[in-house]
C-alpha cells in the first residue's frame, strides 16, 4: 500500500468516529431540552385555554336564565337595561350584554349605544342554527375593545327565532391571568384570533393587543395536535413556540401561544455541541501534527522539487529536469515521466517555433481572421493579427472581456451565440451576422469553429476564423429584394388580367406600390376633360390626402406638380425632398402634416398620351432613386394597359346597356300602341341608365305655349308631378322647346326661375340639378325630357349624347302614338262607311224584293247571338255580320223574271236561282276587305248531309258561320209570312228546325239554337 493511502486511513480513522460522536451527543441534547420545553409551554397553554372554556360554560348558563325572564322579552328599553347592566356589573369579564331581534337592530344592552349586527358572521350562525354559537373574537362595534362574542338564539312556541342573546366577553381577564402565570426567563404568552392579531399578551415588550403577531409564523402551524414550532421574530431572532386552542367550542377562533427566544431555550444543548466540537478539533489538530512530522522527510522535501520542475515547464522552460532520481515509489516514477515529459516538449516546442514563423507569414496575407479559444470557457487565446487591416481592431482589444458581444448587432446576438456544449457535440458550427468595425461601419462575418482533439477525443483547443461576407450578403440582399419585387409584380399582373372594375383594378396596383416597395401612400389620378384630375383609387384605402388636395393636369398653378407635369408631358417626374422643391409649394404643408418626404408620378399612357397618373409618396427623402424608377414604370405600364382594358370594358358594357335601353324602348315602341306605357318603360331606363333619381316627359300642347306631364318616375310626389303645367316662357323646360338644345342647371338655387308651382316642386322634392332634352322628331318638338338630381352632377359628353338619344326615342314614341290615334281614326271612318255600305245594298235587295223586307237585319242580329254562344270571337263576329247582311247579295243577278215570279218556278228557273251563291262569290271576291265575309253568301245553302249546293259541302267541310246562318235563315223563313202561306207557329217551326238536325242542319248548331229560342222565349214572357 502506498504512503499516501496509508496517511489517508489513518486521519480517516481519527476524525470520522470524532465527527459522529459529536454529532450523536448534540441531537440528544437538544431533543430532551425540545421535549421539556414542549411540556412546559403545554402546560401554561392548556392552564389559559381551561380558564377560558369555564367562561364559555357560565355564559351559556346565563343565557339560558336569561332567556326565561319575562322582562327581557316585553320590549321595554328601560327594564330590560336595567337588568343587562346589573349583570354586567357584576361580572366584569363582560364588556357588553345585547338583545337583538332577528333583524339584527340591538334593541336593548348593557351600554346605551346600540347598532345593528346584521352583518356578523356570530348572528348569521345563531339565526341560521338556532342555538348557541361562539362567534369568534372581534373589536367590538360599540365598545372599540377586542372581546370574544358569545350569542344565543331564543326560540317562540313555532320554534322560530324571536330574539338573539349576545354577550361581548372583554378580555381583561385574559391580561390579568397571563400577567400572574410564572413563566420561564425571556417566555412570552399570546391569545391570537385566526387572522393573526393579538387579543391578549404578557412577557413581550410593548403593547400589541390589536396588532399583528410579532411572529412571522405564528398561527399558521397549528393543528390537532401541538407541536413545538419555530419562528422568526420582528428583529429576527429565532422563536420556538406551542399553540393551543381555548376549547373544543373555541378551535379555530382562538389560540393561546407560548413562546420562547431559541437561544434560550436550547442552550444547554448548545453548550454540549461546542464541547464535542472542540474535542474533535483537538483530535484532528493532534493527527495533522503527527502527520506532518512524519511525512515531512518523505513527501515534502521530494514534492518540492516536482513541484518547481512543473512550475518551470509551465513558464516554458523545458530544458530543466527535477533532480530526483528514479526509484519504484509514486514520487521516483513521478520524477522520471516529469522528466520525460520535458524532454517532449522540448522538441515540441522546435517545431511549434517553426510553424508559427510559417503561420505569421500566412495570415498576414490572409483575409480570414484566424483565433483559438479555450474549450472549457470559450475565452480567447490567441487572434491574427490581420484583425486590424480588417476590422480596426488590435489582437489585444478583441481579447477583452465582452469585446465581442458589445459588436455584434443587437438583431444578430441571439443566433451567433456560441453553445459550448452543442459545439463540442458537434465538433463545428457556423454562423453569419452584422459586425460593427472600430470605424462604425456595418460589416457581415461569417464564423467558423472547430474543436481540435487530442488521440482519446478529449478537446484540446477550438480554432476559429471569421471572414468579410459584407459583398455576398448585399448581392444576396440585392437578389432577394429584386425577386421579391418581380414576384409581386408578378402576381399583381394575374390580378390585374383578371376581369374587374376601374376602381377595383387601381386599387390593386396601390396596394402592390406600398406592400412591395413599403411605400406610405399610393393613388391613380384620372385626367377628366376639364382638367381636373379625379381620384380613380388609392391605398390605404382611408387615407385622406388624396381627397382633400386639388391637382389638375392642365397648365395652371395646381397643374405645376408632379402629377400634373406626368400626365400633360407624359414622362415620370420624381421630388427626391418635398419640403425643398419649390414647385411641391402648393401640397407641401399637406405633406408634411401625413410625413411625406419624397414623391413621384408616373404616367399611364394610352398610345402616346397620358390618360390617368400613378402617384406615389415615402417618408424617406431621395427614395425614388434611378434603379426604382424602371420598376415602377413597368408597374405604371402594366395598370395602364389593365385600366385601358377595363375602361375598354366598361365602355363596351355601357353601349351595350345603352343599346339594350334603345331596344327595349323600340320594341315598346312597335309593339304597343299605348303610349303610356311606351312612356313608362322610356322612364324605368332613363332613370337607370342615366343614374338619374327621377325624371319626367313633359309634351307640349297644340298652341305651343304649355308643357304638360305625360308621365314621371322617381318623385316623392308623383300626384303633384303628374298635375304639373309648364309655361315655355317660365320654366327650365321651355328653354328646352325655345333653344330646341339641351338645358343644364347645376345648381337650382342659383337659377333665375319665378316664383311658380313647379319651382316649388323643385325644391320640395330636393333636386339641385336639372338636365332638359327637347324631343325633336320630323323636324317639330312634341315635348320635353327632364331629370333630376337631388345631389349635385357634373356629366360627361357620353352621358349627355345618351340624354338626347333617349329623348329622340321619346319624340318617336309621342309621334308614333299620335300617327296611330289619326290612322285608328280614319280606319274607324272607313269601317263605318264599310257597313253603312252594305246595309244600303242590303236595303236594296229588300227593295227588289219587297216580300223580304226586313229579312236581313233579323238574321244579322239572330245569327250574331248564335255564334257569340258557338264560341266566335269579336273579330269573326264582324265577318260574320257582313256575310249575313249580304247573304242574298247574289240575287242581284238573277232576272226579275225569276225572282219575283208568283209561282212554281220551273227546273231551268230553279237552276238559274241556285246560282245566285256564285254570282254573290263572283262579286264580293275582288274586293279584299270583304273576303273574309264570304263564308255566308257562298255557303248558306249548302247542308249537313252533302246535298246543298253550289259546291255540295257536307260535314264540317262547311264553314261554321255557314252552318249558323243556315238555321237562322230557315228559321226566320219559316216564322215570315209569305204571299202563298203564313207564319208557322214557334213550336211548328222549332220542331222542323229540330226535324232537319243531322240532314240539312249541324246538330250542335241546333242543339245551342234550340237553347238560345228558349231562353228569349222564357225572357219575353
Not at 441534547?29 to 380558564?51: C, P, S
Not at 398620351?609 to 414604370?633: H, T, V
Request: glycine share 6%.
Amino acid at each position: 500500500m502506498s504512503l499516501r493511502a496509508r496517511l489517508l486511513i489513518l486521519v480517516l480513522a481519527v476524525v470520522i468516529p470524532s465527527v459522529g460522536v459529536m454529532q450523536w451527543q448534540a441531537w440528544e441534547v437538544r431533543r430532551n431540552a425540545e421535549k421539556a420545553l414542549q411540556q412546559e409551554l403545554l402546560r401554561i397553554a392548556k392552564g389559559v385555554a381551561v380558564h377560558q372554556a369555564q367562561i364559555v360554560s357560565s355564559t351559556r348558563s346565563l343565557f339560558s336564565a336569561l332567556a326565561l325572564l319575562p322582562e327581557v322579552w316585553e320590549h321595554d328599553p328601560i327594564v330590560c337595561q336595567r337588568i343587562l347592566s346589573s349583570l354586567k356589573e357584576a361580572n366584569p369579564i363582560y364588556a357588553n350584554l345585547v338583545v337583538v331581534d332577528p333583524n339584527g337592530d340591538a334593541w336593548c344592552g348593557a351600554v346605551p349605544e346600540l347598532a345593528n349586527y346584521a352583518d356578523r358572521d356570530w348572528f348569521k350562525a345563531a339565526l341560521e342554527t338556532k342555538s348557541f354559537v361562539v362567534g369568534g373574537y372581534v373589536f367590538g362595534r360599540v365598545t372599540r375593545q377586542p372581546l370574544m362574542v358569545l350569542a344565543q338564539a331564543v326560540l317562540d312556541e313555532q320554534n322560530k327565532v324571536k330574539a338573539i342573546l349576545s354577550a361581548g366577553v372583554d378580555l381583561a381577564w385574559l391580561e390579568e391571568q397571563l400577567q400572574g402565570l410564572s413563566l420561564p426567563q425571556g417566555a412570552a404568552v399570546f391569545v391570537i384570533d385566526p387572522a393573526g392579531l393579538v387579543l391578549a399578551q404578557s412577557g413581550w415588550p410593548g403593547d400589541l393587543v390589536g396588532s399583528p403577531c410579532p411572529l412571522t409564523r405564528m398561527g399558521h402551524e397549528v393543528g390537532e395536535e401541538p407541536v413545538l414550532l419555530t419562528a422568526s421574530g420582528p428583529d429576527g431572532e429565532s422563536w420556538v413556540y406551542v399553540a393551543v386552542p381555548f376549547s373544543q367550542d373555541l378551535r379555530g377562533i382562538a389560540h393561546v401561544l407560548v413562546a420562547l427566544p431559541a437561544k434560550i431555550a436550547f442552550a444547554p444543548a448548545r453548550a454540549a455541541f461546542l464541547w464535542a466540537t472542540i474535542l474533535v478539533l483537538a483530535v484532528i489538530l493532534g493527527a495533522g501534527i503527527l502527520a506532518w512530522v512524519w511525512a515531512r522527510q518523505l513527501i515534502r522535501v521530494p514534492v518540492t522539487r516536482l513541484t518547481a520542475l512543473a512550475e518551470r515547464l509551465g513558464r516554458g522552460e523545458f530544458w530543466v529536469r527535477s533532480g530526483v532520481a528514479p526509484s519504484r515509489t509514486e514520487l521516483g516514477r513521478l520524477a522520471q515521466a516529469l522528466d520525460q515529459t520535458a524532454q517532449s516538449l522540448e522538441e515540441l516546442e522546435e517545431k511549434r517555433l517553426s510553424l508559427e514563423h510559417s503561420l505569421a507569414q500566412f495570415v498576414q496575407v490572409s483575409p480570414v481572421i484566424l483565433y483559438t479559444l479555450r474549450p472549457d470557457d470559450l475565452r480567447p487565446i490567441w487572434i491574427s493579427p490581420n484583425i486590424r487591416e480588417i476590422l480596426g481592431y488590435t489582437p489585444e482589444e478583441a481579447q477583452e472581456p465582452g469585446w465581442w458581444q458589445s459588436h455584434v448587432h443587437p438583431e444578430d446576438l441571439e443566433k451567433a451565440q456560441v453553445n459550448r456544449a452543442e459545439l463540442l457535440a458537434a465538433g463545428r458550427t457556423v454562423a453569419e451576422y452584422r459586425f460593427r468595425t472600430k470605424e462604425g461601419k456595418w460589416i457581415w462575418l461569417r464564423h467558423e469553429l472547430r474543436v481540435v482533439r487530442d488521440k482519446e477525443g478529449k478537446p484540446l483547443v477550438i480554432v476559429g476564423a471569421w471572414s468579410d461576407i459584407t459583398e455576398r450578403k448585399e448581392s444576396e440582399e440585392k437578389i432577394a429584394e429584386q425577386l421579391q419585387i418581380i414576384s409581386a409584380l408578378y402576381a399583381s399582373a394575374q390580378r390585374l388580367v383578371a376581369p374587374a372594375d376601374l376602381q377595383t383594378l387601381a386599387q390593386e396596383v396601390c396596394r402592390t406600390c406600398v406592400e412591395v416597395f413599403g411605400l406610405q401612400l399610393a393613388w391613380i389620378g384620372w385626367a377628366e376633360e376639364d382638367g381636373n384630375v379625379r381620384v380613380l383609387g388609392q391605398y390605404p384605402v382611408e387615407h385622406p390626402y388624396p381627397r382633400m388636395i386639388r391637382v389638375r393636369w392642365d397648365d395652371t398653378a395646381e397643374g405645376q406638380g408632379p402629377t400634373g407635369r406626368a400626365i400633360r408631358e407624359g414622362m415620370p417626374h420624381v421630388t427626391a425632398d418635398i419640403l425643398g422643391d419649390p414647385r411641391y409649394a402648393e401640397w407641401r404643408e399637406a405633406a408634411r402634416a401625413y410625413g411625406f418626404r419624397s414623391s413621384a408620378a408616373f404616367p399611364l399612357l394610352r398610345g402616346e398620351r397620358a390618360f390617368a397618373s400613378l402617384n406615389l409618396y415615402s417618408s424617406q427623402p431621395g427614395f425614388f432613386r434611378e434603379e426604382k424608377l424602371s420598376l415602377f414604370q413597368a408597374l405604371a405600364n402594366l395598370a395602364a394597359g389593365a385600366l385601358e382594358k377595363a375602361r375598354l370594358l366598361t365602355v363596351l358594357e355601357r353601349r351595350l346597356r345603352e343599346i339594350q335601353a334603345l331596344r327595349h324602348i323600340d320594341l315598346a315602341i312597335t309593339g304597343s300602341l299605348d303610349p303610356r306605357l311606351t312612356l313608362r318603360i322610356l322612364l324605368e331606363e332613363v332613370t337607370q341608365q342615366l343614374q338619374v333619381d327621377a325624371a319626367a316627359v313633359f309634351l307640349l300642347d297644340p298652341g305651343g305655349t304649355v308643357l304638360r306631364c305625360a308621365g314621371a318616375r322617381g318623385f316623392r310626389n308623383p300626384e303633384a308631378i303628374e298635375r304639373m303645367e309648364l309655361g315655355v316662357a317660365t320654366s327650365i323646360a321651355g328653354r328646352a322647346v325655345t333653344e330646341r338644345k339641351v338645358v343644364a342647371v347645376p345648381d337650382i338655387s342659383r337659377a333665375e326661375l319665378p316664383p311658380s308651382p313647379s319651382r316649388d316642386l323643385l325644391f320640395s322634392e330636393g333636386f339641385t340639378t336639372v338636365y332638359a332634352a327637347p324631343m325633336i322628331a320630323k323636324g317639330r318638338v312634341l315635348g320635353v325630357l327632364e331629370t333630376f338630381h337631388r345631389e349635385p352632377r357634373k356629366e360627361n359628353s357620353d352621358w349627355f349624347a345618351l340624354l338626347e338619344a333617349l329623348a329622340s326615342q321619346a319624340a318617336i314614341a309621342v309621334d308614333n302614338a299620335r300617327l296611330f290615334a289619326d290612322l285608328e281614326g280614319a280606319n274607324l271612318e272607313l269601317r263605318l262607311a264599310y257597313d253603312a255600305t252594305i246595309e244600303a245594298m242590303a236595303r236594296a235587295l229588300e227593295f227588289r224584293d219587297l216580300e223580304t223586307e226586313g229579312h236581313s237585319q233579323r238574321v244579322t242580329e239572330l245569327t250574331l247571338k248564335l255564334a257569340r254562344r258557338m264560341g266566335m270571337t269579336e273579330e269573326e263576329l264582324v265577318h260574320v255580320r257582313r256575310g249575313a247582311l249580304l247573304h242574298d247579295i247574289g240575287k242581284l243577278a238573277i232576272p226579275d223574271s225569276i225572282l219575283l215570279k208568283p209561282g212554281k218556278l220551273t227546273e231551268e228557273e230553279w237552276a238559274i236561282m241556285k246560282k245566285h251563291p256564285e254570282y254573290a262569290y263572283t262579286m264580293l271576291y275582288p274586293i279584299r276587305y270583304l273576303r273574309p265575309a264570304l263564308d255566308i253568301p257562298y255557303s248558306h245553302h249548302e247542308r249537313w248531309d252533302g246535298k246543298g249546293y253550289p259546291r255540295g259541302l257536307k260535314g264540317e267541310e262547311i264553314p261554321l258561320a255557314a252552318r249558323i246562318f243556315a238555321v237562322v235563315d230557315a228559321w226566320d223563313a219559316m216564322r215570315s209570312d209569305r204571299p202563298y202561306r203564313k207564319a208557322l207557329p214557334v213550336e211548328e217551326a222549332l220542331a222542323e228546325i229540330r226535324k232537319g238536325a243531322g240532314t240539312q242542319f249541324d246538330p250542335k248548331v241546333v242543339d245551342v239554337f234550340l237553347a238560345l229560342i228558349r231562353e228569349e222565349m222564357a225572357g219575353s214572357e
